[in-house]
């Protein structure tokens, strides 16, 4: 009733043209009620602190959101 379901995957390029790799291991996902604001907004990717090797930590005003990277 009125809620929305944010989902997040993040990739990269390969080496080879057209084929990227999926970086994190578990889908990301964020339920907001009421809000305009965009999926970008809605994760924090303006406030991403990247904590170097293991991924990054979005900050938003609806979660806080680690995502580790599956980088092997």
């Known amino acids: 009733m009125g809620e929305t379901n944010h989902f997040y995957n993040f990739y990269r390029n390969t080496t ?22 965009d999926n970008l907004e809605v994760l924090g990717i303006n406030q991403a602190k990247w904590i170097e090797g293991e991924g990054v930590v979005f900050y938003s005003n609806y979660a806080k959101t680690k995502v580790e990277f599956n980088i092997k």
């Open 16 to 37: 080879f043209p057209m084929v990227i790799k999926k970086l994190n291991k578990e889908l990301v996902s964020i339920v907001t009620r009421g809000t305009y604001d």
